[in-house]
């Protein structure tokens, strides 16, 4: 028999992100993107999957239901302290469990590695902020952490919607009010919650996943109305977020939505966790401002993804940021191989990659120069 218990206070004093149940393997955790069985444990039975399910279900009758209906359930728990997102879903007729640990402490906004560009934005009065990212990728810590500021900087009511709710928020200088979303929770789903927090008096409204063409109108009709919205899709670079959103629509409705998010979007940074030569996981951002230049591609009938990531690259003067150039940066400060850089881009733009890298480290060893000149005039 397995204890859930004891396996989960392991992973919490590991500092695991996420705790696999699976039957015909030990209970695994997941380290820094390494999965290690936890030591001391047996190999699952079906018999103890089933123990597990009893163990999150907890006898909620409606949440049994749910799962037998769907084959799937997202919900919450806690241990030892700490708020837990708990997956559960099947595999070869056999329950199956993914559980995320939630710190109880978000990490501070500098710490992250989002570019401060991105809390600027914050301040905007209107409009549509994307936080986009493969999953894993720490988009709901960088969401997080952007509520926090606003939380402690700002005086904003601040709406969010989640599936489920991770990290509990405490009204600072805002007021922050969480809703979970699902079958017998605050809302049926992520479009309804939108829809009706125009009848909240929000400042701000954050939507935890952006998946569909209903609940992307509503974010739109929210911005249009005056709110800033801030939303997460699952989309890997700025480029393939306006693609994504745009393949939301019919052919006939995609020229207005263009001119509808070439005016409402703001800002779009798509981010990944690559592990450091520390061991430690360090962010990847790339940073899409959407000026008059990006918003008159996003207008165009076709465009393509290389004009997009031409206009980023073209752009830092404004605090856009070129995937490329958060690689190059990550390698000449040390923080990544070289190998880890050019595994994230195609191979035609390897090249690319190596002139930035060869400019950084010319601007690096001229910067060092100097400094050094200064120290020997002192």
Request: overall charge negative.
């Amino acid at each position: 028999m397995v204890s859930v218990e004891a396996v989960l206070k392991e992973a919490i004093a590991r500092d695991a992100s996420d705790v696999h149940f699976i039957v015909g393997i030990k209970p695994t955790m997941r380290i820094r993107r390494d999965l290690i069985p936890i030591k001391g444990t047996d190999v699952l039975t079906d018999e103890d999957m089933y123990e597990i399910y009893d163990y999150f279900i907890r006898g909620n009758v409606e949440k049994d239901e749910i799962f037998r209906k769907n084959r799937k359930l997202d919900s919450s728990a806690e241990v030892a302290g700490l708020r837990l997102r708990v997956n559960m879903s099947m595999a070869n007729e056999v329950p199956v469990f993914t559980i995320r640990i939630i710190k109880n402490e978000l990490p501070k906004y500098e710490d992250l590695g989002v570019p401060d560009v991105v809390r600027r934005m914050m301040y905007q009065q209107q409009g549509l902020v994307l936080v986009t990212g493969k999953t894993n990728s720490g988009k709901t810590t960088t969401l997080n952490a952007l509520i926090n500021e606003i939380n402690e900087q700002q005086n904003k009511k601040i709406l969010t919607l989640e599936n489920p709710v991770e990290y509990k928020h405490i009204c600072k200088k805002s007021i922050v009010v969480q809703k979970e979303i699902g079958v017998g929770r605050d809302c049926l789903s992520f479009s309804d919650g939108v829809k009706n927090s125009l009848r909240e008096d929000c400042d701000i409204l954050v939507i935890g996943e952006i998946r569909d063409r209903e609940t992307m109108d509503a974010a739109i009709e929210t911005a249009e109305s005056g709110h800033l919205v801030i939303g997460t899709l699952h989309t890997k670079s700025c480029a393939e977020t306006i693609d994504r959103i745009v393949n939301f629509y019919d052919i006939g409705d995609q020229t207005s939505v263009k001119y509808l998010l070439s005016s409402l979007l703001k800002l779009v940074v798509s981010q990944r966790l690559l592990k450091a030569r520390n061991d430690k996981l360090v962010l990847v951002p790339e940073v899409m401002v959407v000026d008059n230049i990006v918003g008159g591609i996003i207008r165009k009938e076709k465009f393509g993804v290389s004009e997009i990531e031409d206009a980023i690259q073209s752009n830092s003067e404004k605090g856009s940021i070129a995937l490329i150039n958060s690689l190059a940066e990550l390698f000449v400060n040390d923080i990544i191989t070289l190998d880890q850089a050019k595994a994230q881009i195609e191979e035609k733009n390897i090249e690319i990659l190596n002139r930035t890298i060869m400019q950084l480290k010319i601007k690096k060893d001229t910067a060092e120069g100097k400094m050094s000149g200064m120290t020997r005039g002192l």
